[in-house]
């Protein structure tokens, strides 16, 4: 089903919509919607606001999105959710940051990241709510010997700004830690071995990536 200036995205609600034609007569349109959004459409025309419980209109960027309302939380919340709502709040804080120029260089790489449906706020926001990840931790070339490396591969939804790696001997003990080298290709990250370690089976290496937040992602191996 279409309507003129109106394109429906997601089709797994259904509902009852009364719509009023120019004669002013009321007739039921049965509507699948979830998310749509219109520009100057005849049937929403610049709506914002709600329609009962089911539909919520906003204004983006000149045209009209149309939402399923949310639904009112019922209990208590979980921990996780708790921790959640903290984190939201939180990133709320940062992104407000960011929107007040304390870092102009920063916020025009946000804006140069936009994706679909994004503003600086909601860029910014998204990235402290995304933690990096550590997809590779290459370790074929590390023997415990000084000068030997160690290969890292980690990702983040906007940036990563530094890898750390930690080595542990056989007893867990920390042996030695340092920064990475980012590679060229922008994804790969290399650890030069500064202490050499006689008895290298056993330990334990770990590497740890953080993003422009704060974020952390790791991951470790035992050789």
Do not use: C
Not at 85 to 91: C, T
Not at 128 to 149: C, E, H, W
């Amino acid at each position: 089903m279409t309507f003129p200036g109106l394109l429906i995205t997601d089709y797994s609600l259904l509902i009852s919509l009364p719509i009023q034609n120019n004669n002013n007569n009321i007739y039921q349109q049965t509507i699948l919607k979830k998310m749509a959004h219109s520009n100057n459409s005849i049937i929403t025309g610049k709506l914002t606001g709600s329609i009962g419980k089911e539909l919520v209109f906003r204004e983006w960027k000149g045209k009209t999105i149309v939402a399923k309302a949310p639904k009112k939380r019922t209990g208590e919340p979980t921990p996780a959710q708790v921790e959640t709502q903290e984190k939201f709040f939180m990133a709320s804080r940062y992104a407000k940051a960011i929107l007040s120029n304390t870092d102009p260089a920063l916020a025009a790489a946000y804006a140069a990241a936009l994706r679909p449906r994004q503003n600086l706020y909601s860029r910014a926001l998204a990235d402290f709510m995304s933690s990096p990840v550590v997809k590779q931790l290459d370790t074929r070339n590390y023997n415990g010997i000084a000068g030997s490396t160690i290969q890292v591969r980690a990702i983040d939804d906007f940036r990563v700004t530094t890898v750390r790696v930690e080595i542990y001997d056989a007893s867990g003990a920390l042996h030695e830690s340092g920064e990475a080298v980012q590679n060229l290709n922008g994804l790969d990250w290399t650890y030069t071995v500064r202490l050499g370690l006689s008895a290298p089976a056993g330990i334990r290496i770990k590497a740890i990536a953080t993003d422009v937040p704060g974020n952390e992602g790791s991951l470790e191996t035992i050789i």
